[in-house]
């Protein structure tokens, strides 16, 4: 059972399902502190600051990052700063559902990119197949809200746009990442000084843009709430994804596709917590095929994966 609980499926969807959940607390945090870049700085440095003591840090510590500063500053910048930066920013402009979908896009740029820039990510018909179906259904499942964008104005395309510049951000960062020689590079020490870096830099760059430091309304308890969510769930995702990135047996492309369940958890938990959202025609047909698309990819893994499951159920009950 322990092995199961921390297969690289389950992991992943563990993961996805708290990045879903994290749009609706990152929309009520910005509701109540209108400075986007300022508010990615401050959680981001927090989860970083709480992710020090996990990472060990101390002499050691520092003489690691040190010796891989270029790689350290690299992933900081597009795994934390711009990546963060852009979806914050993103968030503030246009709805946390449609922010979701766009979001969920993210494995099609990690696999395009992967393609050029891993030897051993290539496309296959069935890949290619299930990501064009994957695309479809985050079309299908967005197209109520992307039809309606024309009501928002200027700011709703500019808030793409930022969602946008996170999904190629967050790509190239998980490809730089799943080629780091992990035998070198000690994975905790990367994960906890790249998001306090990033958030660091994140912050110093919202006190230009905002115009000097912003003192967080901690005194309202809904921002309260939603920022420590935020920070939370931010600090465990990042842990496990990058904990699931520096396993040899994982493929970047693979492992991002689970990227694309995000809408499914996304769309349930929206008709579960907002009244005015219920099904639809498009979000079922949606889900279906983002459904569907994930079967096509990870159907020889997901064999694997139950086969395994089940010989060894078999195995034990044998013995027993």
Known sequence: MKKILSSTPILAIMCCLLWSIIFVPTKVGLTYFEYPFQYAGYTHLIAGLLLLPWGGFGREYIK???????????????????????????????????????????????????????????????????????VIGVVIVSYPSVRDIHVAGLSAVVGIAMVLVNCVSASYANITVSKVD????????????????????????????????????????????????VVAFTVIAIMTWYSLLAREEVKVSELNMWKFIMPIFGTFISWA?????????????????????????YRSPLIGFFSRMFKKEKKESVEK
């Open 182 to 229: 992990f035998t070198r590079v000690k994975s905790r020490v990367l994960t906890s000084s790249q998001l306090t870096i990033g958030g660091f830099m994140l912050f110093i760059i919202s006190i230009a843009v905002d115009g000097g430091v912003k003192p967080l309304p901690i005194s309202n308890v809904q921002f309260l709430v939603a920022t420590i969510a």
């Open 64 to 134: 690691h990052v040190k010796e891989n500063i270029w790689l350290v500053l690299k992933v900081a910048f597009f795994s934390t700063t711009l990546l963060y930066g852009a979806y914050y920013l993103g968030q503030s402009l246009i709805a946390p559902s449609l922010a979701a979908l766009i979001v969920s896009a993210q494995p099609f740029f990690v696999f395009v990119m992967a393609h050029f820039m891993m030897k051993n990510e290539r496309f296959t018909p069935m890949k290619v197949l299930s990501v064009i179906l994957a």
């Open 273 to 297: 917590m907002i009244e005015s959202d219920k099904p639809n025609v498009y979000s079922v047909t949606g889900v279906v095929v983002l459904t569907i698309s994930l079967v096509l990819f």
